[in-house]
């Protein structure tokens, strides 16, 4: 388990524990991993100069712009205050796996080498669904060339790789085995 995920883990138990304020919770975790997207507050977040005052003052811009509820605002607190502000958009997005997770939601990453068909995309995520049994399943495609043609789907900490070029990778590794 990663460092993120530990974080996104205890940020939501906290936040599950005041039912009133969890959808304003969820809803400012959404709104803050865009932001963090942005390549300026990117750097902000990563540049290790910042004192620890400055890391303090930008958790709680970040707080305010967001409106977050008490727990998302602690974590940024805790966060600055540990000098990993760095991992922020790896928390936010461990936080919305987990969340989508307790609700029965798989969040799945699909690498290709040309866009996939809205058939593809029902015929895979039926298959992610049935597999995982959950509720409904969310693509995130991702087209790679390189790939040469098949997929790659990343979901429940499973890699399912149909591509040409992990194909080839593992004939590759086979061939070195036996020379």
């Not at 977050?68 to 940024?76: M, R």
């Given at each position: 388990m990663?460092?993120?995920t530990r974080y996104a883990k205890a940020a939501l138990a906290v936040a599950q524990q005041d039912k009133a304020?969890?959808?304003q919770f969820a809803n400012a975790v959404?709104?803050?991993a865009e932001a963090v997207k942005?390549?300026?507050?990117l750097a902000g977040l990563q540049n290790p100069r910042l004192t620890a005052?400055?890391?303090q003052q930008l958790a709680s811009q970040m707080h305010q712009a967001v409106k977050a509820p008490k727990a998302l605002a602690n974590l940024l607190g805790v966060l600055a205050g540990a000098r990993r502000l760095n991992i922020l958009p790896a928390v936010l997005a461990a936080l919305q796996q987990e969340m989508a997770a307790q609700a029965g939601i798989v969040m799945a990453t699909v690498q290709t080498a040309q866009p996939l068909t809205d058939t593809q995309k029902i015929t895979l995520k039926v298959q992610i669904k049935t597999h995982q049994q959950?509720?409904?399943v969310q693509l995130l495609?991702?087209?790679r060339p390189d790939l040469v043609g098949?997929?790659?789907a990343f979901f429940g900490g499973l890699v399912w790789d149909t591509s040409i070029l992990g194909g080839l990778n593992r004939l590759k590794a086979s061939l070195k085995q036996i020379s």
């Amino acid at each position: 388990m990663s460092v993120a995920t530990r974080y996104a883990k205890a940020a939501l138990a906290v936040a599950q524990q005041d039912k009133a304020s969890f959808p304003q919770f969820a809803n400012a975790v959404a709104t803050l991993a865009e932001a963090v997207k942005a390549p300026d507050v990117l750097a902000g977040l990563q540049n290790p100069r910042l004192t620890a005052a400055q890391r303090q003052q930008l958790a709680s811009q970040m707080h305010q712009a967001v409106k977050a509820p008490k727990a998302l605002a602690n974590l940024l607190g805790v966060l600055a205050g540990a000098r990993r502000l760095n991992i922020l958009p790896a928390v936010l997005a461990a936080l919305q796996q987990e969340m989508a997770a307790q609700a029965g939601i798989v969040m799945a990453t699909v690498q290709t080498a040309q866009p996939l068909t809205d058939t593809q995309k029902i015929t895979l995520k039926v298959q992610i669904k049935t597999h995982q049994q959950a509720r409904d399943v969310q693509l995130l495609e991702v087209v790679r060339p390189d790939l040469v043609g098949g997929f790659r789907a990343f979901f429940g900490g499973l890699v399912w790789d149909t591509s040409i070029l992990g194909g080839l990778n593992r004939l590759k590794a086979s061939l070195k085995q036996i020379s």
